[in-house]
């Protein structure tokens, strides 16, 4: 699904990412972890294609094919999907507007006819539901407002409105008690399956008590530093990350 | 690829004016130049009665004792008034029975607007008195309204079949002497629309204008008038768009409403003159005077959309005289490249219990400058007057310009003022959230711009808000920095 090999990048000449390797494949979820600084956020954005962020060296393959060159927009309708850590707010586009926006741009250029409005105020019931998101949320201007838990589910219910290959959580947990935490993972869960994958990037091990990875990197110094299962998360828990910066030294 | 900022400033000089050709009909045109026997000859031409005549001589006579309004937020070089024709019609004036006795040209003319009569009557049930260079040239639905007693037509024809209705009401609203461009265009208006709602008769259709400006170097005066009796009610649009231009075109229009008791007008605008190119080059001059009068529990509501224009000098406005009267004001102007807009409203209570409500957007980008003028005034009689004003602007890039310019004078404690402002930027990082849902860059700024506007677009009838719609996109394309 995903592949990234040797990717440096910088942002105003500063190197952040300094050689990241990742192999996803289909159906699995990964998780990366990592200190403050690490570059974690980067790799968000990095492979969804924002432009602030120079690649000077290495490669993403999505779905066996290069996207570097690609647009934001063009990796989204190949199946990108970020769940931004800091979603934006645009006021007088209601939730069902915007997501209704997303979903028909996409098809648009698959050469696909617009979604007909029943079918898409189906699925917004259904999706909304999944979420315990209530239809007056849908009507209210995007993000405007929005308490920090409200912001990330509403990310979640786009995520799984588009339907994604490839989903990034960028610290969807930040902001989020415990319920809404795992109403959120709840959501993640139900949506991924053995055709789809996940990379949840996050802070602290809670939110992978929920959505639990096959596979869980850590990130220091734009470098994985070290890959293992869902018990090296619980160490680092434990432990923090010290001993890692030890033994990379 | 998405945007950057270079990218996007490259894409939006490229951009040209979508309406920008040019119809080629056979015109009567006036040689340059205004004195007292240009003035005769427009009324002559016109075959007015002499009350008209002397009325257009006084207002000229006063018209040459004022001076040219520097007080507004525009620089532009002042047009040389000696320099315009004041009279231009399509010499082959097709009589008004069908659409097929209309000068073909024209009909093309519609037909790259987008506006086509036969559609617009098919579809929207819109009636439509069309203004092509100063005279009309087709007026459909006439006989509905005609059973309803609701009188639409040119102004002219109003001047020479309801001389008592024009000769009672023209000026009263918009005094000759009000201002300078109010003067000039009661003494050379050359045509207009007409429009009487008889007692306690509602409107059954969107009475509907297009205007167009057509001659190279022809100034266009129109003159709107517009009396809604007791207890009647009326939806009025107005759209224009012009062909692009080099050298400046002048419009001073001059529209007045007459909401007598209980009545209710509903005045929309879209607004799509040439702009004038991305170095600042041609563009109409657009400085018009339009106000209401609205008297007891009645009520007149101003939406427009203003896309178009290098110079905008505009303030719909409403003299609350009556008790329990409503005055509204929503609108949108939207900059790029080098226009200027310096537009607002002046709601002026004067009878009790009055109310009135201002929604202002104004969005700028390039290097456009965009100036939000209004005027609250409470005079001493009016007490219990409210009023909630909110200004919005939205800026794009790092060169434009959005000002306010808020007047409030309370003369009675009773009042109840509440005036809103704020100003935001569109920011890349919302470019970038839409980017990332596969919403591609000129699609997010025209989603975000409608979401900013979405209280006034809503304010518009429907088809004409889709119209606005696309105007904002059109307008809009690419200029995000």
Excluded at chain 1, 137 to 156: C, D, V
Excluded at chain 2, 183 to 188: E, F, G
Aim: proline fraction near 3%; aromatic fraction near 8%.
């Amino acid at each position: 699904m995903l592949e990234i090999n040797n990717l440096h990048c910088q942002i105003e000449d500063k190197p952040i990412l300094k050689g990241i390797n990742l192999k996803i494949n289909k159906g699995e979820i990964h998780a990366i972890m990592g200190p403050n600084g690490s570059g974690k956020s980067t790799l968000a954005n990095v492979i969804s294609g924002h432009e602030d962020y120079e690649v000077t060296k290495g490669s993403i393959y999505f779905k066996d094919q290069e996207i570097n060159e690609l647009s934001p927009e063009e990796r989204a309708h190949e199946g990108v999907f970020l769940s931004f850590q800091y979603p934006v707010e645009i006021p007088g586009v209601t939730v069902t507007n915007f997501i209704k926006t997303a979903i028909n741009e996409s098809r648009k250029s698959k050469g696909q006819e617009e979604m007909p409005s029943s079918e898409m105020l189906k699925k917004i019931r259904e999706k909304a539901s999944l979420l315990e998101i209530d239809s007056n949320f849908l009507s209210r201007s995007l993000n405007q407002g929005f308490s920090g838990g409200e912001k990330k589910r509403n990310e979640i219910f786009q995520m799984a409105m588009m339907e994604p290959e490839l989903a990034v959580l960028d610290e969807t947990d930040s902001g989020l008690d415990i319920d809404a935490l795992k109403i959120v993972a709840n959501g993640v869960i139900k949506c991924s399956n053995e055709n789809n994958s996940v990379l949840v990037i996050t802070h602290y091990q809670r939110l992978l008590d929920y959505i639990v990875p096959d596979f869980v990197h850590i990130v220091m110094d734009g470098k994985v530093v070290m890959s293992g299962d869902k018990d090296l998360a619980k160490k680092i828990e434990e432990i923090g990350y010290d001993w890692l910066k030890k033994d990379n030294s | 690829m998405a945007y950057t900022e270079d990218e996007l400033k490259k894409e939006l000089e490229t951009k040209e004016y979508e309406y920008g050709f040019y119809t080629d009909i056979d015109s009567e045109t006036f040689p340059v130049g205004l004195n007292e026997d240009v003035v005769k000859a427009i009324s002559k031409k016109k075959n007015e009665p002499k009350w008209m005549t002397d009325w257009r001589l006084d207002a000229f006579s006063t018209w040459k004792s004022m001076n040219e309004p520097e007080w507004s937020n525009l620089k532009y070089k002042k047009p040389n008034f000696q320099d315009i024709s004041y009279y231009s019609a399509p010499k082959k004036k097709p009589s008004l029975n069908s659409l097929d006795e209309v000068d073909p040209e024209l009909l093309k003319t519609f037909n790259k607007l987008g506006i086509s009569l036969e559609e617009q009557k098919k579809l929207s049930g819109v009636a439509m008195d069309v203004v092509v260079d100063s005279v009309s040239v087709a007026t459909t639905f006439k006989d509905t309204l005609e059973e309803k007693g609701i009188i639409f037509c040119s102004i002219s024809d109003a001047i020479q079949n309801h001389p008592e209705l024009v000769r009672k009401h023209l000026g009263t609203v918009v005094p000759k002497k009000d201002n300078y461009y109010a003067a000039l265009n009661s003494a050379v208006f050359s045509d207009g629309s007409f429009c009487y709602i008889p007692k306690g008769v509602r409107c059954p259709m969107e009475l509907s204008t297009y205007f167009r400006i057509n001659q190279a170097g022809t100034g266009q005066f129109e003159r709107t008038l517009v009396i809604a009796d007791e207890s009647s009610y009326v939806s009025y649009l107005e759209g224009c768009t012009a062909p692009s231009r080099d050298e400046n075109q002048l419009h001073a229009a001059v529209v007045e409403l007459i909401a007598l008791d209980d009545a209710e007008i509903k005045y929309s605008t879209v607004q799509n003159w040439f702009p004038g190119d991305k170095n600042g080059k041609g563009g109409v001059f657009n400085f018009v005077t339009k106000r209401g009068i609205c008297h007891n529990r009645s009520k007149i509501s101003w939406t427009q959309v203003e896309t178009g224009s290098a110079v905008t000098w505009k303030y719909p406005s409403c003299v609350l005289k009556g008790n329990n009267s409503i005055g509204e004001f929503y609108s949108i102007a939207v900059t790029n490249n080098f226009q200027q807009a310096d537009t607002g409203t002046k709601m002026i209570h004067v009878g009790k219990n009055t109310k009135s409500t201002i929604i202002s957007k104004g969005v700028s980008a390039g290097k456009s400058q965009n100036s939000y003028r209004g005027l609250v005034q409470i005079s001493p009689l009016a007490k219990n007057a409210r009023n909630f004003s909110q200004c919005d602007s939205l800026l794009m890039g790092n060169d434009c310009g959005a000002h306010t310019f808020p007047y409030i004078e309370v003369q009675n404690k009773t009042a109840q003022i509440e005036h809103e402002a704020t100003t935001s930027k569109i920011g890349e990082d919302q470019i970038f959230y839409c980017n990332q849902r596969g919403i591609d860059t000129e699609k997010a700024i025209a989603l975000i711009v409608n979401g900013f506007s979405k209280e006034v677009l809503n304010k518009l009838p429907m088809e004409f808000a889709v119209e606005a719609q696309k105007l904002l996109e059109i307008s809009l394309e690419g200029s995000v920095g």
